[in-house]
């Protein structure tokens, strides 16, 4: 035990093995060969320094097959970040992914005239009826060295007209040749002001790979009012790379 008032607690000097070693044979936390806490608001619980420029400053090595290192928040939950025992690095923030309007393309050519502003596409045609428009994203299918999920999906749109409007929202995933339905959302969109609209959680193969990165969005819009068009500003994908969450 080492204690002081001002300055070191406790210190170890070795001019060539460890300065300090601490072993226990205690399991989980409360049996940590090492414990550091520091009780001050502004305080820090443990800090490693290297004076040269030619080694590591902090060495972790796990023999067994657990995690290599784990951080846990003030909120009592799970870990929010960890490195696996593989090298892989898994963060309990979520990423995101804009595709841009102008990845918007016509999938009945004929019939669609599309308008490309800078920050939208406004869709117009010369058919009542439902018409097709398509938006292709290739997503990170791998971040951190493991593979990625898609946890929601954003479209951003709004109509000139209440009469038109989206009729059908497809997600569809290239699956290494074989096309995965991800969302078949038949609901209905029609705002007249900019807005969004999303699918959390979509079906099981959501759960990108190597070879999973190509996304199709596939939108049927309704047309009553061929004077009026509908507009598309972008669709934002929200990625997962922690199994937890």
């Excluded at 607690?9 to 205690?26: D, K, M, T």
């Excluded at 490195?83 to 918007?104: C, H, M, R, W």
């Excluded at 749109?157 to 038109?164: C, E, G, P, Q, V």
């Excluded at 029609?190 to 596939?218: C, F, K, Q, W």
Aim: hydrophobic fraction near 35%; proline fraction near 3%.
């Amino acid at each position: 035990m080492g204690e002081s008032g001002w300055g070191s607690g406790l210190a170890g000097y070795s001019s060539s093995g460890h300065g300090v070693y601490a072993q226990s044979s205690g399991g989980g936390i409360n049996g940590a060969a090492l414990y550091a806490n520091n009780t001050q608001s502004v305080g820090i619980a443990l800090m490693a320094q290297n004076n040269t420029t030619t080694e590591t400053t902090m060495l972790v090595e796990n023999d067994g097959t657990g995690d290599l290192l784990k951080g846990f928040g003030g909120d009592s939950g799970d870990d929010e970040f960890r490195f696996t025992n593989d090298g892989t690095f898994q963060d309990k923030a979520p990423s995101y992914v804009f595709i841009p309007a102008s990845e918007l393309k016509a999938c009945n050519w004929s019939v669609l005239n599309l308008v490309y502003w800078v920050g939208k596409v406004e869709i117009y045609t010369s058919s009542t009826g439902v018409n097709s428009v398509c938006i292709y994203a290739t997503l990170p299918a791998v971040l951190y060295g493991q593979p990625v999920e898609i946890e929601e999906i954003r479209i951003y749109y709004d109509t000139m007209s209440s009469l038109n409007f989206i009729d059908n929202t497809q997600v569809r995933l290239d699956d290494s040749g074989l096309f995965r339905t991800l969302i078949d959302d038949p609901s209905d969109f029609d705002s007249t002001v900019i807005h969004s609209y999303y699918d959390e959680y979509p079906t099981r193969y959501n759960r990108m790979h190597a070879d999973r990165g190509l996304i199709t969005i596939l939108l049927d819009i309704y047309y009553k009012d061929t004077s009026q068009s509908v507009s598309f500003y972008g669709a934002r994908f929200k990625l997962r790379h922690h199994p937890l969450y």
